[in-house]
């Protein structure tokens, strides 16, 4: 059915021969201010999708996982209310649960680092979301091993610019509804401020029998932010960033029959407050033509994660037993950054000093432990790096950095658990560069990429188990970029080749309690390699006035070197978890009479293992979106359609244990599902 919709889309959009002889306006020029020096995208020898505010607009989603089937490679884990975990190039975490963690995907907004926390990544009011795949060693080191991604907010209106703002409205299926608005202006030629806030409930797809209730797995998010823009002298800037997230997401996935009916007594939930803050100076002027900058960013939040773990009530049946486990964090987190850059001339480079310091205090309460289990976990990482960029002979140009950074962690528990690991870590990026004539580039890059070792702090482990090793990561690519002369046709194409060493494993082992329900204990270990491989292509094209084209493709292929897990299971060979074989997205957008747009939207991915732990698999899966755009004068009235085609799926699965007292908890495979078919419509008005 996909292949028949892909192959006939340009007959249902109107594309015709005589329409490609027209002459379309060009694409849009697309600035990347997530790297280090402001690029433009054919210019930046990395592989990254940018989603432009014109993006997240036209998709309308209201959190990051909804973006993350249009970018290659990218993968996420749910496991709660919102992904909160992603994956890139088949490398990131899928869980958290008492240990510490140290993220592979780094996260950030507005310059506040919430990496292990993507239940922020709201996207209400942002300007860009930049998602850079592969090590970024010079941009955020160790906890951006597999990739960075970087949220921006819409700023305030530039000087001479005019008032604006937005205000939406929505409601649709599964009891959704929600409001947002966003208004930007000028209160001087010095000051501009920006306030935004939304407020968005769904009721979500669980049905549960046991209480009667069909809200147990609902989403209630609010929040606001307060931009502002002070020139306090001619070459002086000063940006302020204020958030506040109120996350009251209800959590009941999983079921016996892994089908939307729940039977649990004791829902649990997935909440997050949390108030993020950031202030830049940036002094423009210094002698040389010298750019400083000054980052201060911070976020302080509370996390409430709990679920039923039994998954049903008690007097379900008479070998079964009734057990909860929550988690409440506190954390903070602050950052501060000093940058001092020359971007002219034909070699920029950059120096930077970075300080990163977080707290994570944890309580939890398990039916099955003999109290609450508390602990205190407190990182501290410290880097120097830098950057450098060289105009060599002719078209040729070489870009390198490096950076070196320590990191001290400190753990307390009260199952009397201490670690006091420290370790200094180096990586670095070079990259050569060709700069074609017709507007394309090509660039060979090599980096080495690092994450920190850590501990497992359960304290039914053996001894053997509680620390694993840093691992290190070596990555190469071949790019190429082009937009053609016209402006209507972009497109990148990357081979990236990835060896892993001393790769850290999520994995887990399964005890069998006094009464026979099973216990998980999950831990992290190393194996001795693995291979990460593939193909990534992105492209754009404005093929008439009306019709613009573009799409994705990401091939992947991963593998074990001498690896056993926590299950003594030898997976050498095996491809890694949560690593997709293929993924892709194919998206047209097309202008009808009265100034209306369709824009229909296929999404498609390969079944890959759900764990490093057993062998239970996501199938494949294949979506259809799509929107329709009414102009209904200085308002628009957008009527959506998700999953059109009501396609079951998975978020997270589980394998290789049993919870069904009826079978004598036999072992089988659970998953918890996705969104069915979402319609609903959306009035934003525009000023």
Do not use: C
């Not at 999708?49 to 607009?57: I, K, P, R, S, Y």
């Not at 008479?318 to 988690?327: A, K, L, Q, T, V």
Request: no cysteine; hydrophobic share 35%.
């Amino acid at each position: 059915m996909l292949y028949k919709l892909l192959r006939a889309s340009p007959l249902l959009l109107g594309l015709s021969p005589l329409a490609l002889l027209a002459s379309p306006a060009p694409l849009e020029e697309i600035v990347v201010t997530g790297a280090l020096q402001p690029r433009t995208l054919e210019e930046l020898p990395t592989a990254i999708t940018v989603f432009t505010q014109a993006d997240l607009e036209a998709r309308g989603q209201s959190h990051l996982e909804g973006l993350l089937a249009e970018s290659p490679n990218v993968n996420a884990a749910n496991g709660g209310g919102r992904a909160r975990f992603f994956q890139m190039r088949g490398i990131g975490e899928r869980g958290q649960f008492s240990e510490p963690l140290n993220p592979s995907v780094g996260l950030i907004l507005d310059g506040v680092d919430l990496s292990g926390a993507g239940g922020a990544a709201q996207l209400f009011d942002l300007k860009a979301v930049n998602l850079f795949r592969g090590p970024q060693p010079g941009r955020y080191g160790a906890n951006a091993l597999a990739g960075l991604m970087v949220l921006e907010s819409t700023a305030p209106p530039a000087p001479g610019a005019r008032r604006s703002g937005t205000l939406t409205v929505e409601g649709g299926n599964l009891g959704t509804h929600g409001l947002a608005g966003a208004f930007g202006t000028r209160l001087s030629d010095r000051l501009g401020v920006r306030v935004a806030a939304f407020d968005r409930q769904s009721d979500g797809w669980m049905r549960n029998q046991a209480l009667g209730k069909d809200d147990t797995g609902n989403y209630n998010e609010r929040g606001a932010r307060l931009r502002l823009a002070y020139a306090f002298a001619p070459a002086w800037d000063l940006d302020l960033s204020l958030s506040r997230l109120e996350l009251d997401n209800g959590y009941d996935g999983f079921t016996f029959d892994n089908g939307r009916r729940s039977l649990a007594d004791t829902p649990g939930q997935d909440a997050l407050d949390s108030t993020l803050g950031s202030l830049r100076l940036t002094r423009a002027d210094l002698p040389g033509g010298l750019r400083a900058t000054l980052l201060i960013a911070g976020s302080e939040g509370h996390s409430d994660y709990g679920y039923d773990e039994d998954w049903t009530f008690e007097g379900f049946h008479p070998d079964g037993y009734s057990s909860e486990d929550r988690y409440r964090r506190d954390r903070q987190t602050t950052t501060a950054e000093l940058r001092l850059q020359q971007l002219k001339g034909d070699r920029p480079w950059t120096l930077g000093l970075y300080q990163h310091r977080r707290t994570v205090d944890l309580l939890r309460d398990y039916t099955f432990a003999p109290g609450p289990f508390t602990s205190q976990f407190e990182t501290e990482r410290r880097a120097l790096y830098g950057e450098l960029g060289q105009r060599l002979a002719g078209p040729w140009r070489f870009e390198g950095g490096l950076r070196l950074e320590q990191r001290r962690d400190r753990y307390d528990d009260s199952a009397a658990v201490r670690f006091r690991p420290q370790e200094t870590l180096l990586g670095g990026r070079a990259a050569l560069l060709f700069d074609g004539s017709g507007g394309w580039t090509a660039y060979l890059a090599l980096s080495r990429g690092y994450k920190a070792g850590g501990f497992n702090s359960d304290g039914t482990l053996s001894e053997d188990l509680r620390s694993f090793r840093s691992e290190g990561l070596w990555n190469g690519e071949i790019g190429l970029r082009s937009r053609n002369a016209d402006g209507t046709l972009a497109g990148a194409l990357t081979l990236f080749w990835m060896q892993r060493e001393d790769q850290q494993i999520s994995t887990s082992i399964v005890r069998v309690r006094g009464d026979g329900s099973a216990e998980f204990i999950d831990f992290t270990g190393n194996a001795a390699e693995g291979r990460n491989y593939g193909l990534e292509a992105e492209g754009r094209w404005q093929a008439t006035d009306g019709l613009s084209l573009q799409g994705t493709l990401g091939l992947l292929a991963t593998r074990f070197d001498r690896y056993e897990n926590g299950a003594g299971d030898t997976l050498t060979g095996r491809d890694q978890a949560h690593a997709p074989r293929y993924q892709f997205s194919f998206q047209a957008r097309q202008a009808l009479p009265g100034n209306s747009t369709l824009e229909i939207t296929a999404l498609g991915r390969d079944g890959f293992y759900w764990s490093d732990s057993h062998d239970a698999r996501a199938r494949s899966l294949y979506r259809l979106n799509a929107q329709l755009a009414l102009p209904l004068g200085p308002a628009t009235l957008a009527l959506y359609g998700r999953n059109l085609t009501d396609e079951r799926y998975g978020t997270r699965g589980f394998g290789g244990f049993g919870n069904d007292p009826r079978n004598g908890y036999a072992t089988g495979e659970y998953l918890q599902l996705g969104a069915p078919r979402e319609v609903g419509a959306r009035l934003s008005l525009t000023w």
